[in-house]
């Protein structure tokens, strides 16, 4: 069965420092995988995806994903925190093979941006 | 062009009463899926309709059931609601172009409280 794992339900980072959240896959075909963040009260935004093309995906905001199937992970990353970037993260894969949009999410990551 | 809608925002229904819940997709979009956030957790697939029929269903019970219309929009219905049905359910439409889906774009959800 696929599955994601996202390490650490809450993350605290300073305004301008790295942002690295943690997602770890598990799936026997190879996954279309996806970062979605949510704000306090609104629905998922897709932040990026991968599907099996380029393994370093750039997204919106300035994040970005790197796909390493050695450690199956996914972990995304931004190089300088912005305030506006406290969310929910959530990490999620597509178990069919495919982009059914049919998703398993992780339990997300709460990010805080402390000024 | 107008995004994912949904009715009501929130509701407050009482343990063993029926509920229906409504999502309009995105103009051009074909697909619907429905997922369930229970508080502090990720979003868990219900089920998707894609041309008014079910496509694909999580692990949930029978008591949650689904339509979708002509115009794509979907409803949600839930029976003999309990406790644990309090959540945020997320309509997320995209379009199936025949080798996978496009983008899933999310509504913002209608949060229901059984009491």
């Known amino acids: 069965a696929q599955s994601v794992t996202q390490l650490g339900s809450h993350v605290s980072v300073s305004e301008g420092a790295l942002v690295l959240l943690r997602c770890n896959y598990s799936s026997s075909v190879p996954p279309y995988l996806f970062w979605y963040v949510q704000y306090p009260n609104q629905g998922l935004q897709l932040l990026l995806k991968y599907t099996s093309a380029a393994t370093l995906v750039k997204g919106i905001n300035g994040f970005e994903a790197e796909f390493k199937k050695s450690e199956t992970s996914f972990h995304l990353t931004k190089p300088s925190a912005h305030m506006s970037d406290a969310a929910e993260y959530f990490c999620a894969v597509s178990p069919y093979g495919g982009a059914t949009n049919k998703l398993i999410f992780g339990t997300g990551t709460l990010l805080a941006v402390q000024p | 062009e107008t995004g994912v809608t949904q009715s009501p925002t929130h509701l407050i229904k009482t343990r063993g009463q029926q509920v229906t819940l409504r999502c309009s997709s995105q103009s051009g979009h074909n697909t619907v899926s429905w997922y369930q956030q229970a508080l502090g957790q990720g979003p868990q697939f219900i089920f998707q309709?894609?041309?008014?029929?079910?496509?694909g269903r999580g692990n949930f019970p029978p008591r949650f059931s689904g339509l979708q219309f002509p115009n794509y929009s979907s409803e949600l219905n839930v029976n003999a609601l309990e406790l644990d049905d309090s959540a945020l359910y997320l309509c997320?439409?995209?379009?199936?172009?025949?080798?996978?889906?496009?983008?899933?774009?999310f509504g913002q959800g209608t949060r229901l409280t059984v009491v």
């Open positions: 309709y894609y041309r008014e029929e079910e496509n």
């Open positions: 997320a439409s995209s379009k199936d172009v025949g080798q996978g889906n496009t983008e899933a774009f």
